[in-house]
């Protein structure tokens, strides 16, 4: 044997993988030493019967395709050795030509990547492990990058606030078009430490969550921080609990400051009352008496209020004319709106007819938002007129009270918040407002809706049943008839 092929010969047979070389009908012709130990005698035999068991040959065959294009290929196989072991390959296949270019042969080489796919599967499973892990855990998360845009969310996250991926954390978060302050995630990009903040969130629905959030940075190998995980978890019934706790002592501390005006206002109006007597000046008394009767509404619309938020409870329905509750109503406030220059506009339906509602609480519900309306073009100083629109329209199957106004307006986030409890947008007043409107309505069987921008006004639009809710007598409470002549004799009495 010449020396030069003896040595290619000892390289061939010496090589770490399978090396055969097949015809034409895939009979193997020759292999090196380790295909024969780890599969014996060939010869004589076809391919896909020593390495598969196979009795014919593989539908998908790269020595085929090899002598069929005469194109190296490669595919991955599973193969069988001597002692049954399952052996995972990746298989390159090689012409080999006459002197003519006749492919006469294919060289086949298999290199066995067992350990590899091992690991790839164990790499597998763990990914599913760990995805299976972040999308179960029972709070937010989000990843996000140094521009804090999101980019991974389990699905907690998905189901409460959509699918935000590529957005900002805080347009999917609380629906603002710049980042909050300060921002727990971009604090620890800063200093790569972990932070902690509570935050109220809005989800895809409109509902608000008391979240507790927690960030914690991600490293690549160098120590760099490519992202942060962020963590939020859902407190919001531990807030509700607390608040029925703690909102006491919020409310008589926000209400006292108003009383105290009420009282003071009162006691003027009461001197005025009793120095125009002494002195026979019936002006006087008659302004000091509309002084003493503002101020006893007001305080009677407090305790309302109080009392509302204090208890839920089922409205004491009676047959009522939308019409009349709108006048009373416009009645009790357009002095109101004169003092403070407001434009006050009626459009009522004549012909809205009747619905049954607890009056003082619908009559509550609708001075509450034109007090909302007329605060908000007080505190307008954008523009010279003010006007506030109160409409009343009668359909088919409910009453529809409409509040108009063009003040000061609210962005998407104080939209979002505006019925929530203590919540005030005005940075005065006690934050309840609002809430009992919302509180009313929603006991009432109807609805408050919301449409405003800033600086273009708001525009409420309550729909309210004509007829009480089949369920409502079922829900009412054993102790409903006592809160309901509570409120009578602190509001009348």
Same mark, same amino acid.
Request: with cysteine; charged share 35%.
């Given at each position: 044997m010449d020396p030069e092929y003896k040595q290619y010969f000892q390289y061939f047979a010496e090589m770490p993988g399978y090396v055969t070389v097949?015809? +034409?009908?895939? +009979?193997?012709?020759?292999a090196n030493k380790r295909f024969r130990e780890d599969f014996g005698d060939f010869e004589g035999r076809y391919c896909y019967q020593v390495y598969k068991r196979r009795p014919?040959?593989?539908?998908?065959?790269?020595? &085929?395709?090899?002598? +069929?294009? /005469?194109?190296?290929?490669?595919?991955? !196989?599973?193969?069988?050795? #001597? %002692? /049954?072991?399952?052996? $995972?390959?990746?298989?390159?296949?090689?012409?080999? +030509?006459?002197?003519? /270019? $006749?492919?006469? &042969?294919?060289? !086949?080489?298999?290199?066995?990547?067992?350990?590899?796919? %091992? #690991?790839?599967? #164990? #790499?597998?499973?763990?990914?599913?492990?760990?995805?299976?892990?972040?999308d179960e855990v029972p709070c937010y998360i989000s990843i996000q990058d140094h521009e804090l845009n999101i980019i991974e969310a389990n699905r907690a996250f998905q189901e409460a606030f959509g699918n935000s991926l590529g957005k900002k954390c805080y347009e999917a978060y609380k629906h603002r078009s710049e980042p909050c302050a300060p921002c727990p995630v971009q604090q620890t990009l800063d200093d790569g430490l972990s932070h902690s903040r509570e935050e109220c969130v809005t989800s895809r629905d409109g509902r608000q969550i008391n979240t507790l959030v927690t960030t914690a940075p991600l490293k690549d190998g160098m120590g760099n921080i490519t992202g942060v995980m962020e963590m939020s978890a859902d407190i919001t019934q531990i807030r509700e609990l607390e608040d029925r706790l703690t909102s006491l002592g919020l409310l008589i501390g926000s209400v006292s400051h108003g009383l105290k005006g009420l009282l003071n206002g009162l006691a003027g109006g009461m001197y005025l009352v009793n120095t125009g007597m002494s002195k026979g000046n019936e002006e006087r008394v008659e302004k000091g008496w509309e002084t003493v009767q503002r101020n006893v509404m007001r305080i009677r619309n407090m305790v309302s209020d109080i009392l509302y938020y204090a208890k839920d409870r089922i409205p004491n329905r009676e047959e009522l004319s939308s019409r009349e509750i709108a006048e009373e109503v416009f009645a009790s406030m357009e002095n109101r709106a004169r003092d403070q220059q407001v434009e006050l506009v009626t459009e009522f339906d004549p012909d809205a007819g009747e619905f049954q509602a607890d009056g003082q609480a619908v009559r509550a519900l609708l001075i509450n938002l034109l007090e909302n309306a007329l605060d908000a073009c007080?505190?307008?100083?954008? $523009?010279?007129e003010h006007r506030v629109t109160f409409r009343l329209r009668g359909l088919r199957d409910h009453i529809e009270f409409e509040v108009e106004d063009n003040g000061i307006g609210m962005d998407q986030e104080t939209r979002e918040k505006a019925f929530t409890l203590f919540f005030s947008s005005k940075g005065t007043g006690t934050g309840l407002g609002l809430f009992i409107a919302d509180k009313i309505a929603t006991a009432h069987g109807g609805t408050i809706e919301l449409k405003s921008e800033p600086d273009s006004g708001c525009h409420f639009v309550v729909q309210l049943p004509r007829e009480a809710p089949a369920v409502e007598e079922s829900e009412a409470g054993p102790d409903a008839d006592n809160t309901l002549s509570t409120e009578k004799d602190m509001t009348h009495g």
């Open positions: 097949q015809d +034409r009908d895939f +009979r193997i012709i020759d014919d040959r593989c539908e998908v065959c790269p020595v &085929a395709r090899t002598f +069929r294009d /005469g194109q190296r290929h490669e595919s991955q !196989e599973q193969v069988q050795t #001597l %002692n /049954g072991s399952e052996v $995972k390959t990746i298989v390159y296949t090689k012409p080999i +030509r006459d002197d003519s /270019g $006749k492919i006469t &042969a294919v060289l !086949e080489v298999s290199t066995d990547i067992t350990h590899i796919q %091992n #690991l790839h599967q #164990l #790499l597998s499973r763990s990914q599913q492990r760990y995805r299976l892990l972040f007080r505190l307008d100083e954008k $523009k010279s």
